[in-house]
């Protein structure tokens, strides 16, 4: 037989078939009846989006991750890296602001040109909820509690789904009065949950006592609810107070319906995607070295393609999450 | 209960930390047994688990989960970039990451000419020369003795570690810049941080108790 590089896939993509396609479909399937008794409704839009959807401004992956090409009039078009800013876009087309909230599911795969993603998988199968118009917290734990559900639908008994807030590191910022590229510096050094380069950092800033000492706190900042007091001492200002306010909320309706156990807190989790707002999380469970969910609060997304609205949703990694259970069900027969 | 897996470097820095582990209270189970040709190291009564890698190979095994904790030259944090929790600073293992080369090849380095760079380094060469210092320079990737690449007419200077600079004096080179400091840390997987947390942070807060003692 002639071997021929073009008979395998290209690295990073790979062909599903037999028990693993069938066991996927089954997992999808009940995902799917999780967004139905939570009321989510399907929408659909193209793999393939006009760059600007993903541009710098909307903050999303960065641009030499994205895979380019040209349409017949020389514009630049991406393979959608993630779907929130697609979702935000037809949103925005085709929805009327008055009949708000909307609740939208999707599903579908994703691309993105990274060697850094576990699985090496450049297309991913992402399954996830956007609910648009509603400012809340209770839409906020709504989404945490659906995000609960589905890990466990899926079969998941151990997990942790770990909440921040981004306004609590955007208010430290802001009253620091630190340039852009210096709170880029703490922002990256913040979410490694390197402390000590933290606050080498800060000796060499000029900012007030008592924002240094915050900002050195925050990787440190993450655990049981007992962190939310904690962050009340550091917080100094207004917008930091607001940003705790708004976890103990959240955290008092989780409890409320019965999901406290699942939920703990980390104000150092801050997102490289720049649109998210408030409200961010993390789920993490056994066997994967990376999240199997993530989401947030964007309120400002949707503003980008010209309609004012909040929203918050939620993207779950399908692949990462099948990885994850394969892995627990090889422990527990081991 | 779960093991707890750490991994360590191979060499100086695992005999320094597991006699650190050792003073926080944590016994390696044989870990420190030179002519032990086992791989794997079990503290059972603690649910720690510790096995020696080549440094390079540790943020490797902590970015996937397979090891929990990892500690290893900051050196190698940057330059295998990956995806970690860098927690702790050991403090030991202290040198610095320097451009070097013959006395002659400072004049160079302040110019626009194109040169080259020899190092076992890459990255890290590659972010200071572009990021840092705007310059384009041609790199060249080597696995060793490094000092050897200006003195055979390979490379103008190197990116390396200095430690004391001896090698360098016997060579007839000496440091030109300095990239940054480095010495041991400790990483963690970013999702052992979340599910472990408790156990975790207990084994850190013992670790920075240690090196203050």
Redesign the interface.
Known sequence: MKRNRMIHTPEGFRDLYGDEARARRKLLQDLDEVFRRYGYEDIETPAVEYFDVFGSDVGTTPSNELYKFFDRDGNTLVLRPDFTPSVARAVAMHFSPDAMPYRLSYKGNTYVNSQEYQLNLKEQLQMGVELIGDASAEADAEILMLTCDLLKTAGLKEFQVSCGNNDYFRALAEESGLAEDEIEAVRQLTSNKNFFGVSELMEGMRAPDRIREAFVKMPQLFGGEEVLAEAEKYAASDGMHRAIGRLSTISGLMAKHGYAQYLTYDFGLLSKYHYYTGMIFSAYTYGTGDAVAKGGRYDTLLMHFGMDAPAVGVGLYIDQLRSALLRQGARSES | M?YLTIALTKGRLAEKTLALFEKAGITSGGADDKDTRKLVFTNEEMGVRFFMAKGPDVPTYV???AADIGIVGRDTILEEGR???????LGYGACRMCICGPESARQMLASGDLFRVATKYPNIAKDYFLNRKHQTVEIIKMSGSIELAPIVGLSEVICDIVETGTTLRENGLTVLEEVCKISARVV????S???Y?DRI?QLINGLKEALEA
């Open positions: 779960r970015a996937y989960g995806k970690l929790y860098e927690v702790l600073d963690v997987n970013q999702v941080m979340k599910m947390s942070s």
